[in-house]
């Protein structure tokens, strides 16, 4: 298998409930003896300005010429897809964790930022940061492992007969990711009130939730149709970039999650003693020594150290990484990373194709 782990012994003590305290220490110790800011470091702030601006510079080029020529579209919308993936895993991921800056005034105010997807800030935090990081790998209660039957991502899941495909579809259906999120998701849920919101928060919700749709039709059909002046056109270039980006973002967190390595438990209560143990059971790194797949996905191939710190500036990741490492194998306790971007992609379609046979 083409990962490496810290093997279990005869000697484990992974239950210890030390571990998690010493792991905190001796990362914070790390942090504060380097003179590095675990929230809101200047690097944070400096990367933010330039995604944000070249993201603004490709939006303007695309409108001014995007009707020129097949290249000049395909040249846009591609840095424009890029862009916006910036966007969202390097600066509004790390403020839905309010670990784009100390003040968390600042860290709501850069989660809007999610309205470029035209989704809520509110129903992403309730989604992602409590229930996928409070209960990673959860059936039931992680999202990101729930597909209402379209896919078949852990041996608990109800086969049927269309999973027998899964791996030749899967590709086509992520692309389809943050469109279902943009025009079904937030609004199926909302009508539920799944996560049980009431008075102020419940409208406030809402109010997200139409804010983010009018500004993303604003910025991705109405403004785009005023420049270009060809419906069509538009609304090819609307769905091209978003279905890039959707494959993108499918694939980078799938990949931490849905392999042959983590695993499922059918339940979790988040403590001191068992939290770190629990993350790196269901989670696996990958291409963690590609410094550009890391500038791009905001450090979401560190996912392990995203995941006992969350709260961490990914910029830091790389650093507190060797750490984490020693510590687990001091503990014997597993750790799941891929060396390559594609060794972990073959092994997420390798564990659909496995999930595809009813047996499995």
């Known amino acids: 298998m083409n990962i490496s782990t810290t093997p279990l012994t005869s000697t484990d003590t992974s239950n210890s409930p030390s571990f998690y305290e010493e792991l905190k220490r001796e990362v914070h110790k790390f942090l504060a003896d380097q003179k590095l800011k675990p929230q809101g470091p200047w690097q944070m702030y400096m990367k933010t300005v330039s995604i944000i601006s070249l993201w603004f510079a490709t939006y303007i080029f695309l409108l001014l010429w995007g009707s020129q020529s097949v290249f000049v579209i395909v040249t846009a919308v591609s840095l424009l897809s890029f862009f916006t993936l910036c966007v969202e895993m390097g600066v509004m991921h790390d403020a839905s964790h309010r670990s784009w800056s100390k003040s968390n005034r600042l860290n709501r105010f850069m989660g809007v930022t999610l309205f470029l997807a035209g989704c809520s800030s509110i129903m992403w935090y309730q989604k992602h940061v409590i229930a996928h990081h409070g209960h990673t790998n959860v059936p039931g209660e992680d999202h990101d492992i729930e597909s209402g039957g379209l896919f078949r991502f852990h041996s608990g899941d109800d086969w049927h007969f269309w ?198």
């Open 163 to 360: 999973h027998k495909f899964q791996h030749f579809y899967a590709t086509a259906l992520y692309s389809l990711l943050v469109l279902k999120w943009i025009y079904i998701d937030d609004f199926r849920d909302a009508i539920r009130n799944r996560y049980q919101f009431s008075g102020s928060r419940y409208l406030k919700m809402w109010m997200e939730i139409v804010l983010s749709r009018l500004s993303h039709l604003l910025l991705f059909i109405i403004i785009p149709y005023l420049f270009i002046d060809h419906i069509g056109l538009v609304i090819g270039i609307y769905l091209v970039h978003w279905m890039a980006v959707g494959i993108i973002l499918a694939f980078v967190f799938q990949l931490a999650h849905i392999s042959k390595v983590q695993e499922y438990p059918e339940t979790f209560s988040p403590s001191c003693a068992d939290w770190a143990r629990h993350q790196l059971e269901t989670t696996a790194d990958f291409a963690v020594k590609n410094k550009f797949l890391t500038w791009f996905a905001g450090g979401l191939n560190f996912q392990v150290e995203h995941h006992i710190f969350p709260r961490i500036s990914h910029i830091h990741y790389p650093k507190i990484q060797p750490i984490v490492k020693q510590l687990c194998e001091k503990h014997n306790i597993p750790y799941f990373e891929y060396p390559t971007f594609f060794r972990a992609l073959a092994a997420h379609f390798a564990q659909l194709k496995a999930l595809s046979c009813r047996s499995n």
